[in-house]
């Protein structure tokens, strides 16, 4: 058989030839990221950090697969199809899912060993550590966790979503966590002392109202410092507005329309410090994919500062160019966003120099940045 060496070499070269301009063009799209996107890590008031405190190493430890060496079963749940079986569990809260395991040897290494668990524990473990820290482990599942990390997009707009809502383990972008009637969320103890509310605490009806409070969603604030200042959330609860809502209106109808207050756009504070950053996980690269903020969006608003004042209604701070930096991009959203926005391509045609000089650098090398309103006693973001 012939052979044509000098075909095979051609051959080779072009592959070689097309190999490396693959990955030319990886490195030049990472490139890019790095010089004209960042993390941002600082979002107007502080949300829940599940890095500040570290629970027990334990706690984050992958489960083992080691065999189950145990001679218990688990009785009539035996019966059921291994898939069925895994379908219930993944539907328990994490605590009566941490309960289940502790039932025996046989049940520990089952559950242990349910692939979506096993990869929640091993990509999603802020979410896990964010609701055991604000309480909410009773209310939401491995599964619901799962759902969110293999979906990138904000569950209310489609955007890509940033954010986990904690109450309800919902993806989220930031614009609608800032914004939807369902991430709004009130201090109970604050409200109570408002008019009108507050006559339902003083009055005939205070029994009956803590009868219709026993079914409401609960959640700690984190108790950190904000950057030094001291934490008004301190000891404090939150709740979802309108469960507080509903439970207001079972008490007393008239407060229906007035409470319709408690869903508007407002108490950003309230609605950051219930939620995390929340990466995606890529099925196709089987990596973490994280937000990014554009840095040329970053640079646009600096340059034009003078023309929003910060300390106005939120309308008039998160004015169009405010919404516009607020954005976050991942994966091919980053590409898109690049060959859109002559800020990035700007600055990508700069020198490293010309770059470090820049407002956006020094936003962007601390992950954000907050301003301090005096006047309220709150930070707020630039």
């Known amino acids: 058989m012939d052979v044509d060496v000098g075909t095979d070499i051609d051959l080779c070269f072009e592959s070689l030839a097309s190999m490396v301009g693959r990955i030319t063009e990886e490195e030049r799209w990472e ?36 065999t189950q ?6 009785g009539v749940l035996d019966l059921l199809p291994t898939d069925i079986l895994e379908d219930i569990l993944l539907q328990l809260d994490l605590r009566t899912y941490r309960f289940f395991k502790r039932v025996n040897r046989r049940a520990r290494y089952f559950a242990n060993n349910i692939g979506i668990y096993k990869r929640v524990w091993q990509h999603g473990k802020d979410a896990i550590h964010g609701l055991t820290r604000t309480g909410l482990s009773r209310y939401i599942s491995y ?10 997009d904000c569950t209310f707009c489609g955007v890509f979503g940033n ?25 109970e103890e604050k409200i109570s ?21 026993v079914a409401v969603r609960w959640f700690r604030f984190s108790d950190d410092e904000w950057c030094g200042w001291q934490n008004p959330f301190t000891r404090l609860h939150g709740v979802l507005a309108k469960d507080l809502l509903a ?19 407002g108490w950003l504070h309230y609605r950051l410090a219930a939620s995390i950053i929340f990466p995606t996980f890529n099925v196709r690269t089987r990596k973490i994919d994280k937000g990014l903020s554009c840095k040329g969006c970053e640079e646009s608003l600096s340059r034009n500062a003078e023309h929003y004042d910060f300390t106005k209604s939120q309308d008039e701070v998160f004015s169009l160019p405010c919404r516009i930096r607020d954005l976050t991009y991942c994966g091919d959203g980053v ?34 940045g907050y301003h301090v309103s005096r006047t309220h006693g709150y930070l707020m973001e630039v």
């Open 31 to 66: 490139a890019i990221r790095m010089t004209c996107f960042y993390e941002r890590r600082k979002w107007y008031f502080p949300f829940v950090d599940p890095r500040v405190y570290k629970l027990s190493s334990q706690l984050f430890k992958l489960p083992s697969d080691r």
């Open 69 to 74: 060496t145990s001679a218990h079963d688990l």
């Open 143 to 152: 599964g619901d966790i799962h759902d969110a990390l293999m979906n990138p």
């Open 163 to 187: 954010f986990l809502f904690l109450p309800t383990a919902k993806r989220c972008c930031f614009e609608c966590l800032r914004t939807s009637r369902e991430t709004a969320v009130v201090c």
């Open 193 to 213: 002392k408002r008019e009108p509310w507050n006559r339902l605490y003083n009055g005939d009806n205070y029994f009956d109202l803590c009868d219709s409070l």
């Open 247 to 265: 439970a207001f209106v079972k008490v007393d109808k008239s407060l229906e329309n007035y409470s319709q207050n408690l869903l508007k756009t």
């Open 335 to 368: 590409k898109e966003h690049f060959l859109e926005c002559e800020d990035a391509q700007m600055l990508w045609n700069m020198t490293e120099d010309e770059i470090k000089n820049l407002p956006s650098s020094n936003v962007a090398r601390h992950g954000g």
